[in-house]
């Protein structure tokens, strides 16, 4: 007689190989088992991968597009420049704001010279310190206006849309182009109000990205339910980037109370009314057949949980299920 043990899903099993009376070269694997309160099984739920940040930008001035540097699927930096408008227009203004600045600078000096010497009134000083700070104020709203002739990336991305040709007149509200997020992806997923107790805020749960796995962390749930839906979005972030408008599915456990004992397929057989039968040996030391029914709760990959007759200790026997009857010898 051989014995070996292992471990068989949360079950602590031991096989013990026997002979049949019958036969003497034919060995049956038996396993000891032992009951569960509970059992988990997997439930898929789809959802979407869609970038943490998604963004159609525009210039803030109206213009002609002069020049567009990038098209779609280029990536890009943050700051980066992606387009700019023809800014022939801006820079005279900008050089006349500038002389006008410089000019003003020059009679406010002489006029401070003046006054100190009591050449001029303090009003005529006055003047002339306001039209200075007038100029000032000029040359920073040309400079304000040069920087939104230029179009920069708001983060790291990629170029999802290009909407515009250079040579485009455009208006402050014409988007340029549309910018993803290319560092950091979230899933959406909506999952069913049953199931919302199961997920816990910062927990990681997995997921199946194609054919990867995954660890997302549970970021957030929306406060209402979707119109017409008795489900809840919840959000869920990564740490690696994966492509976003990728489907994916979360992976969630949930865990059933009820007590039962997992079994390999191979210990079962079909019996009536949806029931199964499982074989056993007795525990008299008469090494006798005995047939036990069964429920089967719930498969997973190559295993049954059930629930019956089965109690601690029961000695199950594996395979060759065709060749034994109810009350034979072993």
Known sequence: MTIYKHFCKTLFLV??????????????????????????????????????????????????????????????????????LDDS??????????ARLDLANQVLNRFEDLRKKGFISIQDFDKAKSEYLVA????????????????RAPYDGFIQNRFVDEGTVINGSNPILEILDANKVEAHVSIPENLV?????????????????????????????????????????????FIPGSVIDLIIKIKKSEQGIWLP?????????????????????????????????????????????????????LGGLSKIIEGQTL
Not at 89 to 98: G, R, S, Y
Not at 136 to 151: G, P, R
């Open 15 to 84: 096989g013990i190989s026997l002979s049949f009376s019958l036969y003497a070269d034919q060995q049956l694997e038996v396993l000891e088992v032992k009951t569960s309160q509970s059992y988990e099984i997997s439930k898929n739920l789809p959802g979407e991968l869609l970038p943490f940040q998604q963004s159609k930008i525009a210039f803030e001035i109206t213009g002609r597009i002069s020049s567009i540097y990038v098209d779609i699927g280029d990536r890009v930096k943050k700051d980066e420049v992606l387009a700019k």
């Open 89 to 98: 227009e801006v820079n005279a203004n900008l050089e006349q704001a500038v």
């Open 136 to 151: 000032k104020s000029q040359v920073k709203f040309f400079e304000v206006k040069k920087s939104q002739t230029i179009l």
């Open 197 to 241: 107790n199961n997920l816990e805020v910062s927990n990681d749960y997995v997921f199946e990205i194609g054919q990867e796995k995954a660890k997302g962390k549970f970021k957030r749930l929306a406060p209402m339910s979707a119109s017409g839906s008795n489900s809840r979005l919840a959000i869920f972030e990564f740490s690696d980037f």
């Open 265 to 317: 397929i191979n210990s079962l057989s079909q019996s009536e009314q949806g029931l199964w039968s499982v074989y056993t040996v007795s525990d008299d030391g008469s090494n006798r057949v005995e047939k036990d029914l069964v429920r089967i709760l719930h498969f997973e990959n190559n295993y049954a949980y059930v629930s019956g007759t089965l109690k601690d200790g029961d000695l199950v026997i």
